[in-house]
């Protein structure tokens, strides 16, 4: 069946803009977490959602981030007036009995 | 100290050898540990997923835990260039603890 899917799969982006990252996991799926991946670097935890639950944002890095995910589904990140930092691989996975399905990843790139 | 390190690498062995992966970690409450494949542009998958101490074997891989050590281990037999990918290691506890990777070994397998 259809995998976990992110759009888009390249974005770059002039700093100081906003970006959209979507996340369509599989269906029936009902718990999703959004990583960071930078070059070097493990998977750094950004949020988690699981079912009708408060999501746990503890991850996110500065305010500039924020997800939401609607109708238990599909996810946005959105991260607010990018910086250079912010340029990194960033996956998602959903989950079914606890294994980790991920997607392609949305590759940034703030110039 | 990070929770979990792992060796970046980039490992490089000739096609049929055997090959030896490593993490270590600090937090003791961690019980399930995984090995997850990454080839170039492309998401995580997992490969082994272990609960508590011990040995798993599945055909040319096995992940061996060493709790009393905080160690663990994937060997790869065999190796073909078909394995060459970033190895990350996961690793997760109960109670809602997050899955906490680490950084990936490069692995290069020469034919």
């Known amino acids: 069946g259809a995998g976990v899917s992110q759009s888009p799969s390249n974005k770059v982006t002039e700093k100081g803009k906003d970006v959209e990252l979507r996340c369509d996991p599989i269906?029936?799926?009902?718990?999703l977490y959004w990583y960071r991946q930078s070059l070097g670097q493990g998977l750094e935890f950004l949020i988690y959602?699981?079912?009708?639950?408060?999501?746990?944002k503890s991850g996110l890095p500065s305010d500039r981030f924020s997800a939401e995910r609607t109708g238990g589904s599909v996810s946005t990140l959105t991260i607010q007036r990018t910086q250079q930092e912010d340029s990194a691989v960033y996956l998602c996975?959903?989950?079914?009995?606890?294994?980790?399905?991920f997607g392609p990843g949305t590759r940034l790139t703030v110039t | 100290q990070k929770e979990v390190e792992q060796d970046p690498g980039p490992l490089s062995v000739p096609e049929g050898a055997i090959v030896s992966l490593n993490c270590t970690y600090s937090?003791?409450?961690?019980?399930?540990f995984m090995w997850y494949r990454q080839y170039s542009r492309k998401g995580p998958e997992l490969l082994m997923y272990?609960?508590?101490?011990g040995n798993k074997e599945d055909g040319r891989f096995t992940a061996q835990v060493d709790k009393s050590s905080k160690y663990i281990s994937l060997f790869i037999r065999d190796s073909q260039p078909s394995d060459s990918a970033t190895y990350l290691c996961?690793?997760?506890?109960?109670?809602?603890?997050?899955?906490?990777f680490g950084a990936g070994t490069r692995l290069f397998v020469k034919a």
């Open positions: 996975a959903s989950i079914l009995r606890g294994e980790q399905y």
């Open positions: 272990t609960y508590s101490s």
């Open positions: 959602f699981q079912g009708n639950s408060a999501p746990d």
């Open positions: 269906s029936g799926h009902t718990a």
């Open positions: 937090n003791s409450a961690f019980q399930y």
């Open positions: 996961a690793m997760s506890g109960t109670g809602g603890f997050k899955t906490i």
